[in-house]
């Protein structure tokens, strides 16, 4: 996989994505320092999130709890005071690609997917709330770029159905492990490689953690795109600085990433041979923490990692509050009548997920309210016939 001259994969060095998200508090300016900081640190890339606020939160959204944690108290307010328009994001588009690094955006909602390819973006991300939104997911792919999609708060199985959908763009497609909890206390790395068998895609990891050897122990079991939020200060207000980190802190998690390179394919075999030897990864891990420094070699800091991380994709228990707010349902866009047929004029899809989820979207087109259904709420399966 290829974003412009740069080959993306296990045997290529790590692909480093500066995410400033919101962090430019809804300041084109910001944007655009925070941007100089990506590019003078040594990041491939930056990315924004391109959202509107009212296409995508329903009255019924919620705030997360690590939004609430930051002082936020009304989720429609945080996110309107946090938008960058298009014009203003063509900006930071221009910057990126003066400095000599790529623009990736994450698009929100399907309907804003055509505006989006008014700029000249390398690539696209979807959000981990989105593993379900179905339509946005191939609106996506209908743009013809490279598409990267983020699994934070999903299982395996879901992860699979995504890639299924998307089938016919994987050779422009790739994966990223995530953990949706803001900081992350648990890496997981395992998702790396239950991710990779599962789709035989390239896969990264989306890093919310605030261990300082995430980076390199990421790149050890094979992620070869790694995203990391970026910041002018932790200790600004707002929803993702504290799980951020600053110019100089991303320097570092990139000269870490790059040192040893994507290791997938030495931790496979280097893990193989040792489990062999020492009987398994419990006796493994404990032969490590006894006897090796885990940097002494590139495959010793492999197998340390295969050994640490099982491998596995799967929910984690700080995730389910993020799964439940951030992603879309089936949303009215008009109060619907007892009886009433329900048609696609009547739907769109918004926040939260705790609705018919946006993937059963088609489902939903052609039923028959059975009470009525007040505008701009989630339908939930008990409002139909």
């Known amino acids: 996989m290829r974003i412009g001259n740069r080959q993306i994969g296990i045997d290529h060095p790590p692909y480093v994505i500066a995410e400033i998200g919101v962090n430019h508090d809804g300041e084109v300016e910001r944007a655009l320092s925070l941007t100089d900081a990506a590019a003078d640190a040594g990041a491939d890339a930056v990315k924004l999130q391109f959202f509107e606020t009212d296409r995508l939160m329903s009255r019924a959204a919620k705030l997360a709890a690590y939004q609430k944690n930051a002082g936020e108290t009304d989720p429609i307010e945080m996110l309107r005071r946090l938008e960058l328009s298009i014009d203003e994001m063509a900006r930071v588009v221009d910057r990126a690609h003066e400095r000599g690094i790529h623009a990736i955006v994450t ?15 390398d690539a696209y991300k979807t959000a981990s709330p989105d593993i379900v939104n179905k339509p946005l997911l191939e609106a996506l792919a209908k743009t013809g ?7 934070g708060a999903s299982t395996l199985d879901e992860v699979v159905r995504a890639v299924d959908w998307l089938d016919g763009v994987r050779d422009r497609l790739a994966v990223l492990q995530c953990v949706s909890s803001y900081p992350a206390p648990d890496l997981a790395l395992g998702g790396i490689k239950a ?24 790149t050890a079991l094979g992620g070869c795109i ?43 075999k280097a893990y193989a041979d040792q489990v062999s ?57 008009r109060e619907i ?31 028959v309210a059975k009470r009525a259904i007040e505008s701009d709420v989630p339908v939930a399966p008990e409002d139909l016939a």
């Open 145 to 151: 770029k490279l598409m990267i999609v983020s699994t």
């Open 195 to 218: 991710i990779r068998d599962a789709t035989g895609l390239p896969v990264g990891y989306s890093d919310h953690s605030k261990d300082p050897r995430s980076s390199k122990l990421a």
């Open 337 to 367: 009548a007892p009886g009433e047929t329900i048609t696609r004029e009547m739907l769109t899809i918004k926040r939260p997920g705790t609705g018919i989820l946006a993937y059963r979207l088609d489902e939903v087109i052609g039923s």
């Open 226 to 268: 790694l995203e990391k939020h970026l910041t002018y200060d932790r200790n600004a207000p707002g929803p993702d600085h504290a799980a951020s980190i600053t110019e100089v802190g991303l320097r570092r998690y990139i000269e870490q990433a790059r040192h040893h390179g994507c290791l997938g394919h030495v931790a496979d």
């Open 107 to 121: 698009v929100f909602s399907t309907e804003l997917v055509e505006i989006a390819e008014t700029l000249a973006w």
């Open 277 to 333: 030897k020492l009987g398994d990864g419990t006796a493994l891990k404990q032969y490590f923490f006894d006897h090796v420094h885990p940097e002494a070699h590139p495959s010793w800091m492999a197998v340390y990692a295969a050994a640490t991380y099982p491998i596995e994709k799967r929910v984690l228990d700080c995730e389910r509050d993020v799964r439940e707010v951030s992603r879309q349902s089936v949303v009215t866009t």
